[in-house]
């Protein structure tokens, strides 16, 4: 890891930051994914047996 002074603290903050706003729109992603998934399927079924 390359010295970064007094630097240290906001460049890690930065990218602690930034990791956890990544992983957080990853995991809101996926849910929202199954979610509309499971909707889909729920309008499937009822155009199915409308007939």
């Given at each position: 890891m390359p010295e970064l002074g007094k630097y240290a603290d906001t460049v890690l903050s930065?990218?602690?930051a930034s990791l956890t706003?990544?992983?957080g729109l990853v995991?809101?992603?996926l849910v929202?994914?199954?979610r509309v998934q499971s909707q889909?399927?729920?309008v499937e079924?009822?155009?199915r047996s409308d007939g």
């Open positions: 930065a990218y602690g706003l990544l992983i995991v809101w992603t929202r994914g199954r889909l399927k729920e079924q009822r155009r």
